[in-house]
């Protein structure tokens, strides 16, 4: 009987972390000023000195102390990092030390330059370009480099230096202003992020030494090889089952050790192989050999062996969604901002699908728009909405994992799996809702077995023989055209009318003006409410409307989001208020459609009749499309061609006919 092993535990990562500060200025101080914030979970020492100086203090002490890693910045970091075999936290610059450094440097002179080692971050440059600071922005390699750029600053009349320690010392020994770079809250965070990272080394060497531990005392034979067939790790328990002493075979070929267990065939196939019987000393041993993956490419074969005698029936566990359990949705379709009536209508449909029907929905729309949000509000209106909501990122799985995370997996079903098994998204969801998001990114293989889930209305788990039967409402939501992957062979037509029994289309942002505003107002709200500035809301969504206009949201609600967070630290920053050009410089125009659709509701009366002509036109007299795009019904559109149809300038558009404007739960044929 093998001796029980004791639980894994955090015992390891809550011994103090030996954190060593290395510096020769400015830095080492905020190291010191910082360091009681970190008491009872590092012990941190500075060390007063850079590059070969600091090497030598550290080998000298490492000698009758331990330590678990430097803090640095600069060249200096870099220095330790090459020349020590232990980790290096480098402290970072942000926009927020950049700010507070030219603050300080304006006292000395207007003439300054801002000098990084390396290279100057992409943040940097943005604070800068976004905020309007006109500063010399200069990078060096090394400790010479440095000394020849502070030197070519100094003929150009720059009187202060920003930067780290070696930029500010060299700029004193020139006869420059130097101001130190790094704030008090960089330096925490540069040792936060060491603390924590060394605690996550001992975290999974403890682990390492556990699963170490726990392939010793299984009774289950377990061999592993490597892409070459070669044994890189067997158990006792495979010794004794195969009469072999493979734990001393490491490295040979493992058909030369045990002939009948050749992995040549299984690479071949790339399939796994499930209970084969194979004969070892006149003794019959069940044989699983399952196929290992490294970035979807065959890494090597991991074989269980169980005697004989001891294989038996798997009972399955009674489903988890058989217990009470709190639903998962946290919004309602009421909490869908809705000022326009397009989103208005996509909310009046949602409701209508959610109380009348239990068929597959498919939500299409851009990213940003809210599809799960809405999904999520379908549930909840449903008669679903006491059981789970199980959302999923179809194209945030690997190939190897999405099997078993849909499908789940039995007992020993491959290397790694829980020893009772696991349920899939689909067993979890069990008489709830399932969304699956971004459903083109599904890779065709998994295409198929969805297929017959939906058909079937049954899974059959990795490593199971026996189906089970779920219930289970579908939800697909994707930002791309399906029809189009569908037309190109990357996704099953069969499954797609599947999914796309109903379709709820939702139209970007740019196309809805009145929600754009009324998402504004209210994030902006709640980001300066956050951020503590509630006391500057009424004169920024005084100048709101003038600050967005013209802006076509490409991020849609998401970059609406973004841009109240902006707003709000902009106003904390200058602890005042900005103005409608402040407020419009922190738009993300570099990605904005230079030329998006433009809104029925932005065009002035004596445009809208050229407006929908053309629009009419752009869609190849699709009027159904043209209403999409403008934001309007068909029989809207209809009227506003009647005065102005031409049958000679217009022949695609038939005034005699009004379009079909028939309720319905679905969008016209693609």
């Known amino acids: 009987m093998p001796t029980p092993l004791p639980p894994?535990?955090?015992?390891?990562?809550?011994?103090?972390?030996?954190?060593?500060?290395?510096?020769?200025?400015?830095?080492g101080e905020l190291i010191a000023l910082c360091a009681p914030s970190f008491a009872g979970r590092a012990r941190i020492q500075i060390i007063d000195d850079h590059f070969e100086g600091a090497a030598e203090k550290i080998r000298q002490r490492m000698q009758h102390a331990h330590c678990d890693v430097l803090v640095s910045a600069g060249a200096n970091a870099d220095y330790l990092r090459a020349t020590f075999n232990l980790p290096v936290a480098t402290v970072r610059v942000g926009g927020y030390d950049v700010m507070h450094a030219l603050t300080k440097a304006r006292h000395f002179s207007g003439r300054m330059a801002l000098l990084l080692h390396r290279a100057v971050p992409a943040e940097i440059e943005a604070f800068l370009a976004t905020f309007g600071v006109e500063l010399d922005v200069r990078a060096?390699?090394?400790?010479?480099d440095a000394r020849n750029v502070v030197q070519k600053l100094a003929k150009k009349g720059v009187r202060v230096v920003i930067g780290a320690g070696l930029a500010v010392r060299v700029a004193r020994e020139h006869g420059m202003a130097g101001v130190f770079l790094y704030s008090a809250a960089s330096v925490t965070q540069a040792i936060e992020d060491a603390v924590q990272g060394v605690n996550a080394r001992r975290r999974e060497a403890a682990q390492q030494r556990t699963l170490a531990s726990v392939l010793s005392h299984l009774e289950v034979g377990v061999i592993a090889v490597d892409h070459h067939g070669r044994i890189t790790a067997a158990n006792r328990a495979a010794d004794t089952l195969t009469g072999r002493s493979l734990g001393i075979a490491a490295g040979r070929l493992l058909r030369d050790v045990v002939p009948s267990l050749d992995p040549a065939s299984l690479f071949a196939s790339g399939e796994s192989r499930r209970s084969a019987i194979h004969r070892f000393d006149q003794h019959s041993v069940a044989v699983d050999a399952v196929m290992l993956f490294d970035a979807g490419r065959p890494s090597g074969v991991a074989y269980t062996l169980h005697a004989a005698t001891a294989v038996a029936s798997a009972f399955r566990k009674l489903r988890a969604h058989d217990k009470a359990r709190v639903p998962a949705t946290r919004y309602t379709l009421a909490q869908i901002v809705q000022a326009?009536?397009?989103?208005?209508?996509?909310?009046?449909?949602?409701?209508?699908?959610?109380?009348?029907?239990?068929?597959?929905?498919?939500?299409?729309?851009?990213?940003?728009?809210?599809?799960?949000?809405?999904?999520?509000?379908?549930?909840?209106?449903?008669?679903?909405?006491?059981?789970?909501?199980?959302?999923?990122?179809?194209?945030?799985?690997?190939?190897?994992?999405?099997?078993?995370?849909?499908?789940?997996?039995?007992?020993?079903?491959?290397?790694?799996?829980?020893?009772?098994?696991?349920?899939?998204?689909?067993?979890?969801?069990?008489?709830?809702?399932?969304?699956?998001?971004?459903?083109?990114?599904?890779?065709?293989?998994?295409?198929?077995?969805?297929?017959?889930?939906?058909?079937?209305?049954?899974?059959?788990?990795?490593?199971?023989?026996?189906?089970?039967?779920?219930?289970?409402?579908?939800?697909?939501?994707?930002?791309?055209?399906?029809?189009?992957?569908?037309?190109?062979?990357?996704?099953?037509?069969?499954?797609?009318?599947?999914?796309?029994?109903?379709?709820?289309?939702?139209?970007?942002?740019?196309?809805?003006?009145?929600?754009?505003?009324?998402?504004?107002?209210?994030?902006?709200?709640?980001?300066?409410?956050?951020?503590?500035?509630?006391?500057?809301?009424?004169?920024?969504?005084?100048?709101?409307?003038?600050?967005?206009?013209?802006?076509?949201?490409?991020?849609?609600?998401?970059?609406?989001?973004?841009v109240a967070q902006r707003i709000a630290m902009a106003c904390a920053e200058f602890d005042r208020p900005i103005s409608a050009a402040e407020m419009h410089a922190l738009l993300d125009t570099e990605v904005s459609d230079p030329s998006p659709p433009v809104p029925l509701a932005a065009s002035t009366r004596e445009q809208v009749?050229?407006?929908?002509?053309?629009?009419?036109?752009?869609?190849?007299?699709?009027?159904?499309?043209?209403?999409?795009?403008?934001?309007?019904?068909?029989?809207?559109?209809?009227?506003?061609?009647?005065?102005?149809?031409?049958?000679?300038?217009?022949?695609?558009?038939?005034?005699?006919?009004?379009?079909?404007?028939s309720p319905a739960l679905h969008s016209p044929p693609e």
Not at 140 to 144: A, C, G, L, M, P
Request: hydrophobic share 40%; proline share 6%.
């Open 8 to 27: 894994i535990t955090d015992a390891d990562a809550a011994e103090p972390v030996d954190v060593w500060g290395i510096s020769a200025l400015e830095l």
């Open 140 to 144: 060096y390699e090394t400790n010479n």
């Open 340 to 562: 326009s009536p397009q989103m208005q209508a996509v909310v009046r449909r949602c409701e209508t699908v959610a109380a009348r029907s239990e068929a597959a929905v498919l939500i299409r729309g851009p990213s940003g728009v809210g599809k799960e949000l809405l999904a999520q509000g379908i549930h909840h209106a449903s008669r679903r909405r006491s059981q789970a909501f199980v959302a999923v990122n179809c194209g945030a799985l690997t190939d190897t994992l999405i099997e078993s995370e849909f499908f789940g997996y039995e007992d020993g079903a491959f290397t790694g799996a829980r020893r009772t098994g696991k349920a899939g998204l689909f067993e979890a969801a069990h008489r709830g809702t399932l969304f699956l998001d971004e459903i083109a990114e599904l890779p065709l293989l998994m295409q198929t077995r969805l297929l017959r889930v939906l058909q079937e209305h049954e899974v059959t788990r990795v490593g199971a023989v026996q189906p089970t039967a779920v219930d289970v409402r579908i939800i697909a939501a994707t930002h791309g055209d399906l029809a189009a992957k569908v037309r190109d062979g990357s996704f099953r037509k069969d499954l797609y009318y599947r999914l796309a029994v109903l379709r709820i289309d939702v139209p970007p942002l740019r196309d809805r003006p009145e929600d754009i505003d009324a998402l504004a107002r209210l994030y902006v709200g709640t980001a300066m409410r956050n951020a503590g500035v509630e006391s500057y809301l009424p004169p920024v969504l005084d100048v709101l409307g003038d600050g967005l206009a013209g802006h076509t949201w490409p991020g849609n609600v998401r970059e609406v989001d973004n």
């Open 609 to 661: 009749r050229r407006h929908v002509h053309a629009v009419v036109a752009a869609c190849g007299g699709n009027q159904a499309e043209a209403a999409r795009r403008l934001g309007i019904s068909r029989s809207t559109l209809w009227r506003k061609l009647q005065p102005d149809i031409n049958p000679a300038s217009a022949p695609d558009i038939n005034p005699a006919s009004p379009p079909d404007i």
